[in-house]
Each structure stands twice: as C-alpha cells, then as structure tokens.
C-alpha cells in the first residue's frame, strides 16, 4: 500500500511554532519532489512548499523566511519547521509527493490524509 502519513499538527499560539513531518510508506524505493500545501476552511488548497529530491526549495510568499522545508531521502521523510505562526496559517495540511517509485512501478501525485494546524491564542 502506497501511504503518506502527517504528524505533527496542532494548537499553537501566535508567534509558536510546530514541526510537521511525513513519512512514506515502506513499499516505496523513491521519490520525486516532496511538498507541503494547506487547505483553510472555504478556500482552495494552496502550495506551502516543495523541495526536490535534489534539494532545491520554494516556498509560498505568504511562509518565506518562516517556515523551512527538508528532506531526508534514505528515511523517506519530509519535514515542514513552521516559526512565527500567525492565526492565518491554520489550516489542513497534507504532504505531496509528485511521483513515486514502487518496484518497477511508478505512481503521480500521492497525498496524505492531512494534519490539522490551528493558531489561536
């Protein structure tokens, strides 16, 4: 089975911070580019950020200089470090992979089920 899981969400205070993490599942031998996007309630899901298997990065406009994407190919894992939050961070956030190698078999677009992260004093 083909799985991303989330950890790390929760209720944080403005100006906190939260380390979100996403590991693949064992039947995956490798994996493209990673990313992070959040869903606020009555909006679109939007990119937060992406890194490359390479470790290139980008990041949405609304995180940069607060949030810091990384990667660790050999555990297959992906983490999102979120500082200063800010109350218009919360949100759902699910972890993406662009495509994934199991065997000789290659899938597109994997998500996970999603974390809840809320900032509230």
């Known amino acids: 089975q083909v799985q991303l899981v989330e950890s790390g969400g929760g209720l944080v205070q403005p100006g906190g911070s939260l380390r979100l993490s996403c590991a693949a599942s064992?039947?995956?031998?490798?994996?493209?580019?990673m990313g992070w996007y959040r869903q606020a309630p009555g909006k679109e899901r939007e990119l937060v950020a992406v890194?490359?298997?390479?470790?290139?990065?980008n990041y949405a406009d609304s995180v940069k200089g607060r949030f810091s994407i990384s990667r660790d190919n050999a555990k297959k894992t992906v983490t999102l470090q979120m500082n200063s939050l800010k109350p218009e961070d919360t949100a759902v956030y699910y972890c993406?992979?662009?495509?994934?190698?199991?065997?000789?078999?290659?899938?597109?677009?994997?998500w996970g089920q999603g974390t809840q992260v809320t900032v509230s004093s």
């Open positions: 890194i490359t298997n390479g470790g290139t990065t």
């Open positions: 993406n992979a662009e495509a994934v190698r199991i065997g000789v078999v290659v899938r597109y677009d994997i």
């Open positions: 064992k039947s995956i031998s490798s994996i493209g580019a």
